[in-house]
T-cell receptor, first 112, second 114 residues
């Protein structure tokens, strides 16, 4: 079956612009996670959605970051007023309840 | 809070040799433990997981890992490495309370030489 998909695969943006990153989870997976992978920080948790519960936003680094999940499926991560330190690979994962997380290929964001 | 330590940043092994990648975790209860592999420019692929039961778990690509509670370890092993195994390997820990974000180690980069 289809895995987790993310788009775009690469995004180059100018400092100060807003960007939206998309994640399509595996069908039927109730949980969806966003992580960020950068050279200096490794893999960091950003935000987590589980069913209809309020998302766990405890990993978001600043209020410039937000995410939503529509209809319990697709999720969009939005970064406003991008900064150079936002440059990283953004990874999305999904899982069943108490199951292993399966990752998408990631979106490489470069802020110039 | 949980944490994961992968003591080896980079390991080089010869093709056909055995491999062991170390992982130590910190968590007060029984953890969920995972190993993922990442090839350059790719996402993370799940190799294997431990939730409960048999402490020796088998994964894909001939990998296995052993959960040792007394040592807080979950080391990854492969008896004979192939050149295609060259990649970055990440150990991760989750809690046993259901879906929770994973905490990852910093990763171990594996190089395979002929």
């Amino acid at each position: 079956g289809a895995g987790v998909s993310q788009s775009p695969s690469n995004k180059v943006t100018e400092k100060g612009k807003d960007v939206e990153l998309r994640c399509d989870p595996i069908s039927g997976h109730t949980a969806l996670y966003w992580y960020r992978q950068s050279l200096g920080q490794g893999l960091e948790f950003l935000i987590y959605f589980q069913g209809n519960s309020a998302p766990d936003k405890s990993g978001l680094p600043s209020d410039r970051f937000s995410a939503e999940r529509t209809g319990g499926s697709v999720s969009t991560l939005t970064i406003q007023r991008t900064q150079q330190e936002d440059s990283a690979v953004y990874l999305c994962a999904s899982s069943l309840i108490a199951g292993a997380q399966y990752f998408g290929p990631g979106t490489r964001l470069t802020v110039t | 809070a949980q944490s994961v330590t992968q003591p080896d940043i980079h390991i080089t092994v010869s093709e056909g040799a055995s491999l062991e990648l170390r992982c130590n975790y910190s968590y007060g209860a029984t953890p969920y433990l995972f190993w993922y592999v990442q090839s350059p420019g790719q996402g993370l692929q799940l190799l294997l997981k431990y939730f409960s039961g048999d402490t020796l778990v088998q994964g894909i690509k001939g990998f296995e890992a052993e959960f040792k509670r007394s040592q807080s370890s979950f080391n990854l092993r492969k008896p004979s490495v192939h050149w295609s195994d060259a990649a970055e390997y990440f150990c991760a820990v989750g809690t046993n309370s259901g879906n929770t974000p994973l905490v990852f180690g910093k990763g171990t980069r594996l190089s395979v030489i002929a």
